[in-house]
């Protein structure tokens, strides 16, 4: 969209005519809020009418009223005059040259601010549009954390962009269907607000699978058709049993979308006709004490089904959802579900963090939607603030917009929230970072369970800590939770800059031993004259470089010799290479060593190392076919052997040819079992009637324990022989 210049703010007129969409929004407005702020919101049209005057949206309508459509959605949903406000400006920033100066000086900073957050970084320099996208939504949720009304104005913005979306070109309407819902529609539910989530559910269903989103359609109208005299009778059988037992309420049906139920298919890989529960009904009552009277009424009008029940009064959801839900036999042998809930909880359901708005205290949340949700934007900045990568913090968000969760207890009765198929890791790193650090095992409903076990509703967990743990690369496979992710990661990155430093050191140490110096006899003005020139902070920084192979140990040694002078009373001696000892390595080294894949090498084979440009090094066995390729980059090779005390568990993968005959396999596990070791994957490279090849990879401790294993496999008499692999 070009990009306009605005009138000035003082060629606005209040009294300027408006057209029939804006008389609409100031009557809507008009019957919650006082007349002094509906001539704020005009006016506020008038500035964005002259901002945007001459550019249009893709339907050729003026683009003023897009903005004006977001703002009668929010008003809709009762929101203050601040919002109106900033929802019909929220384009202005990012499309025409009204400056947020003067829009803070016509309708303050408030205003100001939520248009800033709403307001995308497109016009920032980025290397991709999914970066641009992944930075523009971190920031958009960093507004959020400071004022929840930027996400009431984004997802209304959404909103109003899917209803219109059939001006779009075929792929533009599904990267915006996508997005909405992979992102959007989980937020809405986030954020309790499930009336915007199931819209902004449809249209996106609708736009990206638009054959399904028919089909699925015309199945629910045939199947309502069919069933619409059964929901009458029940409806009114729930109606009758409440005023028999004199409890106020009233039933209501409701038929699922066709998201959710395509969703239901999906996921449970049934038909439309093997889905019983197209649709249920929700009875509304007045108090919580009514609630559960209410359930035991109709527990007694039909019979329950076993483990189908959930109350979510006494245990809200994460979005501050509360209702009871329960299925019933019903009279025609389909399951029915019921909600019960509160009006307040209704409202609360339905409109999430924006029920009650207007009348919302300064002092602090209206709902427990808004108290959940202040709760879950802080836990995501902090989590920001330790994931440097906009499209990590993106990933970490959407794993946390899980729509299932388990609620889990600890021994003192405190309750955790947590996405579907976390595990006793996720727990504690949800009690606390460090006990999650320090995390080697739990207790669910006191039997010991690893790490990686998955947790369900109900369960109490107690984690065991000790203080030597700590967190280890697989943790990343185990963990779904965006917390656990992001503690992990950067505990990691810690240890790995702590291993460089380490290494670098002794590299660099290694390469003036050559030139007849060590680190601590450069001077340190000369060091830090170096470090100047290389504009490095730290001496940590250069022997960090070093070890992740971004600069070279010769080149620093020989621009440090250089620096020192021919004054310098240290004259270096010729440089000998072959003098110098090899580095040792003990393979605790992790954080800066990696093993090749191509060769596997193990401790007590001969190796080299290789300088990978910000990984690190590489270590490849010295018979390795790639070592040759490697030698004509003779600045990357590191002269490295193992130490005589070596740490750890090393892949190594065996080659090995049996009978093609049953059990075989168990047998050759068996063995491998047997001596100590771990499989970590088996696979066959060869069958035929008679013989098959297998490829074990395995987990050793170095080439004797690998010896040991392949003299057990030999042993099985099944098996003609027993290789290393590669070779």
């Given at each position: 969209m070009e990009v306009?210049?605005?009138?000035?703010?003082?060629?606005?007129?209040?009294?300027?005519?408006?057209?029939?969409?804006?008389?609409?929004?100031?009557?809507?407005?008009?019957?919650?809020?006082?007349?002094?702020?509906?001539?704020?919101?005009?006016?506020?049209?008038?500035?964005?009418?002259?901002?945007?005057?001459?550019?249009?949206?893709?339907?050729?309508?003026?683009?003023?009223?897009?903005?004006?459509?977001?703002?009668?959605?929010?008003?809709d949903l009762g929101l203050d005059a601040e919002t109106i406000?900033?929802?019909?400006?929220?384009?202005?920033?990012?499309?025409?040259?009204?400056?947020?100066?003067?829009?803070?000086?016509?309708?303050?900073?408030?205003?100001?601010?939520?248009?800033?957050?709403?307001?995308?970084?497109?016009?920032?320099?980025?290397?991709?549009?999914?970066?641009?996208?992944?930075?523009?939504f971190r920031k958009m949720l960093l507004a959020m954390a400071r004022d929840l009304r930027v996400i009431l104005i984004k997802l209304s913005d959404r909103l109003h962009n899917m209803r219109t979306l059939g001006a779009k070109d075929s792929s533009s309407r599904r990267r915006i269907a996508?997005?909405?819902?992979?992102?959007?529609?989980?937020?809405?539910?986030?954020?309790?607000?499930?009336?915007?989530?199931?819209?902004?559910?449809?249209?996106?269903?609708k736009a990206l699978y638009p054959d399904r989103h028919r089909i699925i359609g015309e199945r629910i109208r045939a199947a309502l058709g069919n069933r619409r005299e059964a929901m009458a009778k029940i409806e009114m059988a729930l109606e009758g049993r409440l005023a028999a037992e004199k409890i106020p309420g009233?039933?209501?049906?409701?038929?699922?979308?066709?998201?959710?139920?395509?969703?239901?298919?999906?996921?449970?890989?049934?038909?439309?006709?093997?889905?019983?529960?197209?649709?249920?009904?929700?009875?509304?009552?007045?108090?919580?004490?009514?609630?559960?009277?209410?359930?035991?009424?109709?527990?007694?009008?039909?019979?329950?089904?076993?483990?189908?029940?959930?109350?979510?009064?006494?245990?809200?959801?994460?979005?501050?959802?509360?209702?009871?839900?329960?299925?019933?036999?019903?009279?025609?042998?389909?399951?029915?579900?019921?909600?019960i809930r509160t009006s307040e909880m209704e409202s609360v359901a339905e409109?999430?963090?924006?029920?009650?708005?207007a009348y919302k205290s300064d002092s602090g949340p209206a709902n427990s939607a808004q108290l959940r949700a202040r709760e879950w934007l802080s836990a995501l900045a902090d989590s920001q603030a330790n994931t440097p990568s906009a499209s990590e913090f993106l990933e970490n968000v959407k794993i946390d917009l899980f729509p299932d969760e388990v609620y889990l207890f600890t021994p003192r009765g405190d309750i955790f929230s947590l996405p579907r198929n976390a595990t006793a890791l996720d727990f504690a790193y949800a009690v606390h970072t460090d006990v999650g650090d320090h995390a080697v095992a739990a207790r669910v409903d006191k039997k010991l369970v690893p790490l990686r076990t998955r947790l369900i509703s109900g369960q109490v967990v107690e984690?065991?800590?000790?203080?030597?743990?700590?967190?280890?690369?697989?943790?990343?496979?185990?963990?779904?939770?965006?917390?656990?992710?992001?503690?992990?990661?950067?505990?990691?990155?810690?240890?790995?800059?702590?291993?460089?430093?380490?290494?670098?050191?002794?590299?660099l140490d290694r390469a003036l031993d050559a030139r007849g110096l060590s680190l601590d006899s450069i001077p340190p003005a000369t060091?830090?004259?170096?470090?100047?020139?290389?504009?490095?902070?730290?001496?940590?920084?250069?022997?960090?470089e070093i070890a992740l192979g971004n600069r070279f140990?010769?080149?620093?040694?020989?621009?440090?010799?250089?620096?020192?002078?021919?004054?310098?009373?240290?004259?270096?001696?010729?440089?000998?290479?072959?003098?110098?000892?090899?580095?040792?390595?003990?393979?605790?080294?992790?954080?800066?060593?990696?093993?090749?894949?191509?060769?596997?090498?193990?401790?007590?084979?001969?190796?080299?190392?290789?300088?990978?440009?910000?990984?690190?090094?590489?270590?490849h066995r010295v018979e390795c076919p790639n070592v040759a390729e490697f030698r004509k980059s003779p600045e990357r090779i590191v002269a490295i052997e193992w130490d005589r005390d070596v740490s750890g568990d090393y892949r190594a993968e065996l080659r090995i040819e049996v009978l093609n005959r049953p059990g075989v396999l168990a047998t050759v596990a068996a063995a491998i079992a047997d001596a100590s070791s771990n499989i970590e994957n088996v696979e066959y490279i060869e069958r035929d009637s008679t013989a098959a090849t297998l490829l074990f990879a395995i987990e050793v401790k170095g080439r004797k324990h690998l010896a040991d294993v392949m003299r057990r496999v030999r042993r099985t008499g099944v098996v003609s022989g027993v290789y290393r692999h590669p070779l």
């Open positions: 306009i210049p605005a009138k000035k703010l003082t060629d606005v007129v209040d009294t300027d005519p408006v057209p029939p969409y804006v008389q609409a929004l100031e009557e809507r407005v008009g019957a919650y809020l006082p007349q002094e702020q509906v001539l704020r919101i005009r006016r506020a049209f008038l500035v964005g009418a002259a901002a945007h005057e001459g550019q249009t949206r893709k339907s050729g309508e003026p683009y003023i009223t897009h903005p004006v459509a977001v703002a009668q959605v929010l008003a406000i900033a929802a019909i400006l929220h384009d202005t920033l990012e499309d025409t040259k009204l400056g947020r100066e003067e829009l803070a000086g016509a309708f303050g900073e408030t205003v100001a601010e939520l248009v800033d957050g709403v307001t995308k970084l497109d016009k920032m320099r980025f290397s991709s549009r999914a970066e641009a996208d992944a930075e523009s996508r997005e909405t819902l992979e992102i959007y529609a989980p937020i809405a539910q986030r954020l309790g607000m499930n009336k915007f989530k199931a819209e902004l559910q449809d249209l996106g269903f009233r039933a209501v049906s409701r038929i699922k979308s066709a998201w959710s139920i395509y969703s239901k298919m999906r996921n449970e890989h049934k038909s439309f006709a093997q889905l019983m529960d197209v649709y249920g009904f929700r009875v509304i009552t007045d108090t919580a004490m009514h609630c559960y009277m209410a359930l035991g009424a109709v527990h007694g009008l039909y019979k329950p089904v076993d483990a189908r029940f959930k109350d979510f009064i006494a245990i809200p959801k994460g979005n501050g959802y509360q209702s009871l839900h329960t299925v019933l036999l019903g009279p025609f042998g389909a399951p029915i579900e019921i909600q409109r999430g963090i924006a029920a009650h708005w984690v065991i800590t000790a203080p030597s743990a700590v967190p280890n690369p697989a943790w990343l496979e185990a963990v779904v939770t965006g917390k656990a992710r992001t503690a992990i990661r950067q505990y990691l990155k810690h240890l790995q800059h702590e291993d460089a430093v380490d290494f670098g050191h002794r590299m060091l830090d004259r170096f470090l100047d020139d290389a504009k490095l902070r730290r001496l940590e920084e250069l022997l960090a140990a010769d080149q620093v040694a020989n621009q440090l010799v250089s620096l020192l002078g021919p004054g310098d009373d240290r004259h270096p001696s010729p440089v000998d290479q072959h003098s110098a000892e090899k580095i040792r390595i003990s393979g605790s080294e992790r954080g800066v060593l990696s093993f090749g894949n191509c060769c596997h090498p193990l401790p007590g084979d001969e190796i080299v190392g290789y300088l990978s440009s910000g990984k690190g090094i590489v270590v």
